[in-house]
């Protein structure tokens, strides 16, 4: 390869700037989640927002042990007065990620209350864009959407940073691009 390889090895490296996000970093932790978990997330000048672990087993092909968390429209200046969390109050649409919001610090598990038969839908329906159908949590093929449904797709911080945000009515943080 040479020293004309390694050039081109440096030139594709990408900004070690860290991406903005509006989210703020609270505790990184390593920790297993589990169905029940309580969790919060912060943006600036804003009380804490809740939210919820409702399954670890989440299925989208080809990744699996994926997380299913739903975002309430519940805050709290205190992170420990854990308000009401209702499924019929829901601040978006369900959401699957992996455990990368906690190892970032931008989710911080406050409490672990077993999940009872009201605090969840049973079952989920994802659209998937590609081929304009439904899936549910454990990647089959819905016939039609069912009541509580969202995007199929996995989040990452990011994008759960763009959907809060929106949700919330914040305006979102900049691009990656304008970092480069």
Known sequence: MGAQG???????????????TNLVRLLRSRKRLHPGDIFVYKFP??????????????????????????????????????????????????KITNATPWTQGFFQTVASRPLSAGDAYRRHAFHC????????????????RLKCWGEWGMGNCYSLDDRLSIALGIPLSPRVEELW
């Open 129 to 144: 864009v590609f081929d304009d159908c439904y899936y549910d949590e454990h990647n089959v093929r819905l016939k039609r």
């Open 45 to 94: 000048r804003r009380p804490f927002g809740f939210g919820r672990v409702i399954r670890t087993d989440v299925i989208m092909a080809p990744a699996s042990g994926l997380l299913l968390l739903y975002f309430y429209k519940a805050f709290s200046k205190d992170k420990n007065a854990i308000p009401r969390l209702d499924k019929s109050d829901l601040l978006m649409q369900p």
């Open 6 to 20: 390694a050039e081109r090895t440096e030139d594709l490296q990408v900004s070690k700037k860290p991406v903005p």
